[in-house]
Structure formats: C-alpha cells, structure tokens
C-alpha cells in the first residue's frame, strides 16, 4: 500500500511558476512508476507528466513539454512538478499518482494509487 500526500497548489498569476511536492510513503518509491495528472472542472483527467526510475524514462504531455518538469528525490520519497509559464488554462485541480509497474504507460487507469489532489488556480 502506497500513501500520498500532494502540497504546493495554490494562486499563481499567468506567466508565473509553482512546483508541487507528492511525498509517497513506503520504502520501494525508487521502483515504482509516478504520474502527474490534473482535472479541470467538467473535463477528463489529463495526464501532464510520468517517470520511471527503474526503466530510467520520462513522458511528458504535449499541453506541457518544455514548461512542466517532473522529478523526484528518492531518499525523500518525493516527486516534484516544477511548472513554468503557467496560463490560466492550467487552472485544475492536480494528482499524483503511483504504480508497481515501471513500464511507462501513461493512462489513469494504470496507476493504482492516487493523492487527494491539490487545487493550483492561474489568474490572468
């Protein structure tokens, strides 16, 4: 069983930057795989960014390569979203999620556990 924790949302204004924290608990984070995803309200959950310590890869979704970047510290088992150039279109509330497998698959079907979320609103 795998616990985590999102922090780090918040208010940021359009142009600015906020990285959001996922602690996981659990003394296998290195093998498993993490994802960020977000929804915004009326929309699917859209998943933003994925990696994969053990396959040593990374995926990010079109809407945010080159803006968004994820990494993670594993003696702190925790994974960051460092997210740049944020636009009010990125207004959503944002998950983390984890997974045994560390074949990147990227679909929110395929990560067993997931964070509470955590809401980042961008003002124009």
């Known amino acids: 069983q795998v616990q985590l924790v999102e922090s780090g949302g918040g208010l940021a204004q359009a142009g600015g930057s906020l990285r959001l924290s996922c602690a996981a608990s659990?003394?296998?984070?290195?093998?498993?795989?993490m994802g960020w995803f977000r929804q915004a309200p009326g929309k699917e959950p859209e998943v933003l960014a994925a990696i994969s310590w053990r396959r040593g890869s990374t995926y990010y979704a079109d809407s945010v390569k080159g803006r968004f970047t994820i990494s993670g510290d594993n003696a702190k088992s925790t994974v960051y979203l460092q997210m740049n150039s944020l636009t009010p279109a990125d207004t959503a509330v944002y998950y983390c999620?984890?997974?045994?497998?560390?074949?990147?698959?990227?679909?929110?079907?395929?990560?067993?556990?997931w964070g509470q979320g955590t809401q980042v609103t961008v003002s124009s």
């Open positions: 659990g003394r296998t984070f290195s093998s498993y795989r």
């Open positions: 999620a984890a997974d045994r497998s560390p074949w990147m698959v990227v679909a929110s079907e395929r990560f067993d556990y």
